[in-house]
């Protein structure tokens, strides 16, 4: 990943959080979610964005060892997540807690190094609006040029889109 894509990916990410997140939503708020995702991003990624290549593949660092996306956003969970150690071994209550916790921030990072990065259209639920929304003074041609083979400009406001 270069720099610019890196930029990039922080940029959508941070923009999603106002179509991701209902401003009637009591927790998480839209500001937990922004402090989730400055969070993984000072903490977990921004030492080895250079070698992140998609959401499930990096190259190794120099000890062969590999870093992950899907697993930092995974380890967020730890964090975030409240009474986290007295859940995480039961499975249902753990998946339940990290949708209400993560989910919203997850997939802001998921759906914004996929734009950004290496598409892969791994996130549901918005629509053409959504994005038109998260940048007022027009989408820009890095975001339009993920929609293919259909024109971004041709989808109406409404038409559900993968991310």
Known sequence: MTLEQYGRWKDF?????????????????RADVREQLEFFFECRINHLFERIQNWDSSKPDEHGRFDYVCDSVSDMSEYWIPNYWSICDRERAYEKAEERWCG????????????????????TGFTAGDIRVMFPE??????????????????????????
Do not use: H, T, Y
């Open 13 to 29: 990410a941070f923009r999603m959080v106002n179509v991701a997140v209902s401003a009637r939503k009591r927790a998480p708020s």
């Open 104 to 123: 919203a921030a997850q997939a802001c990072l998921r759906a914004g190094l996929d734009v950004a990065c290496s598409p892969s259209a791994g996130v």
């Open 138 to 163: 027009g989408v820009p041609d890095w975001v339009k040029g993920f929609f293919k083979p259909r024109p971004f400009d041709e989808l109406p406001d409404e038409e559900p889109i993968w991310l």
